[in-house]
């Protein structure tokens, strides 16, 4: 009889849920995605019931429910933090404590309840993990490497913000860490707060924006906020940082070493802002860069892994595999706290219980698809329950038909399958656009996704062509790498183009797919296979066939603020909200056309929190 | 337990106790039962009426901030800050010291039996 670990994250922020069977990953999800409710950081119930009820288990069958992370090491270090601090932190001190003392250090007691208000039989035994040891799980156990090293960097878990791994095989043997207040991801997430962005969600906005600036306050930052030390490690200048003592991530001087105030939410973006932007970009990666070329020097091995939330930030990463000395580099796609629900369960079984490992090709994420799915039958119902005339295609007319639409510059909502575990959509829950297109980087951020102007969108390419089309000699089905797009596909720059600074270079043609060229010529790739998403590699086949071209934008399908969606019924609210053309529910085809003209007002925009 | 109870438990207990204590709190401060009156005519009515309950469920909790804002508050310089200036001569974390390096050796994980 098989038997079940269920993994869980939660009341931080990206609250998941994962459900292991023998030691393999057979369901994973974010609570967000059930009750749209961005970076939901509630207890993971409806993903729990999921979870139980796709694989028709009871918690009977679990053996142990395992948190990701040690909440008394955690309110240590608030403690530790507050002292260090007093008498100057009493507001940020009035903040917390009431939490802690209600819930969070009563988090046992707390889980307990809430897994048995489940009503889905007794509660198993909870176990808990490291936050560190649970992003260098789910890091290295699902990594396609039998040996390798394991970087871990976030904003903070317990103690720990960086943390250094060996894997082998089975066994993950922690090497060195380093401690709050010094993180990186804490650096980043501060100059994203500085920039005018959302804590723990603009950070990949700063990402986007670095590219229109230049580092001209590199030099700066590394004088002041980020000293880097010749072993590799590195640590802040808390003059700058006040998330140790306040409710806000920098302190005044932080402006002043700027010279300027710090910009507001939907604030007009400066040159000067890209310019702190790229800065801060070439910071991390300068910082990022020593780190792992120490841990290269300390364990000899050849394939490095990571994880944490800094892990998202492809523009690193890309830097990282070229750079820091390692051969090969696997990063979790849910590298943030909601991975850590994978990995505490994937580092118990491992580690608690020595089940044996079995080292995958490609990998044992399942390309990330580990989500809720929907038959056909069920899409029918509700279809027909709502009234939605829509075509119902054999699978082979729905490629065909859809790779039409694609040619004629159409926008397609694209739903089909496994929901993706992970901050990306990997093509089951994606919005797909033709690649060609000059105007559509506009038209889809304006009119599909209503967000900022400046941001980039993502190329999916079959696997065998990307070579030809970027300049990246691997796979990449996580989209966790940037790539240059290949010098012979780039459009020579007119010369008043290439006098253009700042948001004025957005609109510039400068290759022969516009639409996920960045203004640096990187885009930030995914690869596909038809061993992972057969589907879309046949959608790609099929389009190439037409127009000679296997590259697609592909953004994740949702609206600003909104999580991705989940059900049909999602699918279906955000296709009649925006102008998405045409909407692709498995083998079911709705157009926009055939509907009647939405009467939905403009007011269901306030629905989602901004992000 | 019941959902019978459980509806009762979130729809009125808050109520009765709070008209209990405020009874016992009046009684002790004035020796008499004068102002009860008024009392029971406000439990009769947050009983009836939701709209009541919950303004009183918002006093009481807006009452209950200012009561953990103060007692913290006292707490924290009272207590926690000088202790605070003993922590920093020491027992100081080396990550708040000015280190060469900020590496921290680990040799093992910790258990998974226990939240610490």
Known sequence: MASYLLGISCYYHDSAAVLLEDGIVVGAVQEERFTRKKHDASFPARSISYLLRERGVTLREVRAVVYYEKPFLTFERL????????????????????TWMKEKLFLERLLKRELAQLGAGPVPELKFSEHHLSHASSAFFPSPFADAAVLCADGVGEWATTSAWRGQGADLTPLWEIHFPHSLGLFYSTLTAYLGFKVNSGEYKVMGLAPYGKPRFADRMLENLLQLNSDGSFALNLRYFAFTKELQMFSPALEDLFGRRARRPEELLEPFHMDVAASLQLVLERALIPLARELRRQTSATRLCLAGGVALNCVANSKLLLESGFEDLWIQPSAGDAGGALGAALAYYHLAEKG????????????????PSFKAVEIESFLRKNNVPFQKLTQEDMLSETSRYLDEGKIIGWFQGRMEFGPR??????ILADARGAELQKTLNLKIKFRESFRPFAPVVLAEDAPEIFEFDRPSPYMLFVAAVRPELRVPLAPADRTKFGIDQLNVVRSTYPAITHVDYSARLQTVSRDRNPILAQLLEVYRQRTQSSVLVNTSFNVRGEPIVCTPEDAYRCFRRTEIDVLVLENFIVTKESLPPSNQSEDWRSEFELD | MSLSWIRFRNRHLLTINFSLAAALVLYGIRRDFAWH?????WLLLALRFERMAKFQQLLLVRVGRINSTLILTLFYFLFFAPYGLLYRCFFRKPAFQQRASTFEEKRKIGSFDRPF
């Open chain 2, 37 to 41: 009156l008024l009392l029971v005519v």
């Open chain 1, 79 to 98: 403690i530790e933090t507050h002292l260090e601090a007093s008498p100057f932190g009493l507001r940020s001190f009035l903040a917390s404590m009431p």
């Open chain 1, 425 to 430: 959509a990997l093509g089951h829950r994606s």
């Open chain 1, 356 to 371: 044996e490992r079995r080292v995958c090709h490609g990998d044992a994420q399942k390309g990330s698809y580990l989500g």
